[in-house]
C-alpha cells in the first residue's frame, strides 16, 4: 500500500501554550489528535507519527565537504515551520487527502500531504 507523509506546519513563534490560544484549547487538540491517531491504527494505515520540538532548537549539518559543518537553527529562516507528522499508509491520494483533513481538523494545523518517493514511483517517471 502506498504512504504518505502528513506534515503539519505552525508559526515560528509559539505562545506558552504552543500554536494554540489557550491551556483548554492546547490540551483539547492533544486529546482530538490522540483520538485521531488512534483511528488511523484501528482502520489500518498507522506507519508512525510525532510532534517535532520549535525548530529554534534544529542543527543543520553539511556534510558535503571534506569536514561536515554544524550550525545551529533552521536551514531556512520563514514564519511556519514543520511542527509534526504522521507516516500513514493508503490506498490512493484521495483517502490520504481525506485522512489528511480529519488530522488537520483535529490538531487544529495545516497538513501538506506527499506521497514517498518509492522504487516504483521512481520506475514510473523513468518509463515516462
Known amino acids: 500500500m502506498p504512504r504518505y507523509l502528513m506534515s503539519v ?3 515560528a513563534e509559539r505562545t506558552d501554550y504552543g500554536n494554540y490560544g489557550t491551556k483548554e484549547d492546547m490540551l483539547q487538540a492533544f486529546a482530538d489528535t490522540g ?3 488512534d ?3 484501528r482502520d489500518g494505515h498507522f506507519v508512525f507519527a510525532d510532534g517535532l520540538e520549535p525548530a ?4 543543520t ?3 558535503q565537504g571534506d569536514q561536515p559543518v554544524f550550525t545551529d537553527g533552521p536551514y531556512l529562516e520563514a514564519k511556519e515551520y514543520l511542527g509534526g ?8 491520494l484521495d483517502e490520504a487527502l481525506a485522512l489528511a483533513a480529519e488530522g488537520s481538523k483535529a490538531c487544529r494545523g495545516k497538513v501538506e ?6 522504487e516504483e514511483s521512481l520506475k514510473a517517471m523513468l518509463e515516462s
Open 61 to 63: 549539518v553539511d556534510g
Open 56 to 59: 529554534s532548537t534544529a542543527t
Open 85 to 92: 507528522f504522521w507516516v500513514i499508509e493508503a490506498a490512493d
Open 35 to 37: 483520538a485521531f491517531n
Open 113 to 118: 500531504v506527499r506521497p514517498f518517493n518509492t
Open 9 to 11: 506546519f505552525g508559526p
Open 39 to 41: 483511528k488511523l491504527q
